[in-house]
């Protein structure tokens, strides 16, 4: 080795020594730092007891939390508010439901057109009265000797909406129908047609003297709606 090598190799090693003793004296001040932050703080547990030795059942003192007016007062409380949360509930679903079964029922003309009385003594037998109820016309119509037979007669069996005549009247002598074709909802014209009942003109639909679909388009037969007669000469629709 060449001397000028020899002094390079030992300035290194004298530098690599100064710098791993600084490193260590560094070292050495942080481990006394956190040994003398470690001993500084201290944690006092409220569950610890009052002795000395590690009691963990003793309870923390809540006195300052505690109710000085006594138990009863507490109650006289709470009923109080309980009752009266109640009582403010009660009132507040009553109106709701007050309001709202008002909104929701039938003004008084409406409830006047939901039945309509007929004085059956001025329809002479053999003619149709149209009359409107809810909107819609309805077809009553006295039937003749003739026109109870032949709708009784029918071979109701093999119709598009098979039906007898004696469940689409209460009286063979008053037919009372809907007057809205059950195709698309015109108005059929009465005593017309090819069976002598009603005809609807709209699309071609014949109806026999019982109301029921013959021929057209039409599917259903003639609704008959609620009726009743409360007297030999009256009816009553709805
Ligand atoms: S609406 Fe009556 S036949 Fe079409």
């Given amino acids: ?15 690599a020594r100064q710098q791993l003793s600084a490193l260590r004296t560094q070292k050495r001040g942080m481990a006394d730092a956190y040994t003398k932050a470690t001993t500084a703080s201290s944690y006092s547990s409220p569950f610890r007891g009052t002795s000395d030795r590690r009691d963990t059942t003793a309870i923390p003192d809540f006195k300052k939390y505690r109710n000085s ?5 507490q109650k ?21 439901v007050q309001d709202f079964l008002v909104n929701m029922s039938a003004s ?6 939901a039945k ?15 009359i409107k109820w809810r909107g819609k016309p309805v077809f009553i119509r006295h ?11 029918a071979k109701w069996e093999a119709l598009r909406d098979p039906q007898p005549d004696s469940d689409r009247v209460k009286k063979p002598e008053w037919l009372i129908m809907l007057g809205v074709c059950t195709h698309l909802g015109c108005v059929p014209i009465g005593e017309a047609g090819d069976f002598g009942g009603w005809f609807c ?7 026999d003297i019982s109301g029921r679909i013959r021929k057209g388009p039409a599917p259903l037969n003639l ?9 030999e000469e009256s009816l009553v629709i709805g």
């Fill in 108 to 113: 008084a003309d409406v409830l006047a057109q």
């Fill in 223 to 231: 609704e008959v709606p609620a009726y009743d007669f409360p007297t």
């Fill in 116 to 130: 309509v009385e007929v004085d059956l003594a001025s329809i002479p037998e053999g003619k149709n009265v149209i």
């Fill in 143 to 153: 039937r003749t000797e003739d026109e109870i037979k032949e709708a009784e007669d």
């Fill in 1 to 15: 080795m060449s001397p000028l090598s020899s002094t390079a190799a030992s300035v290194l090693r004298q530098g």
């Fill in 69 to 73: 007016g006594g138990e009863n007062t």
């Fill in 201 to 207: 003109p709209c699309h071609g639909s014949h109806y």
């Fill in 76 to 96: 006289v409380f709470q009923y109080f508010m309980v009752g009266s949360m109640g009582a403010v509930t009660a009132l507040g679903a009553k109106a709701t």
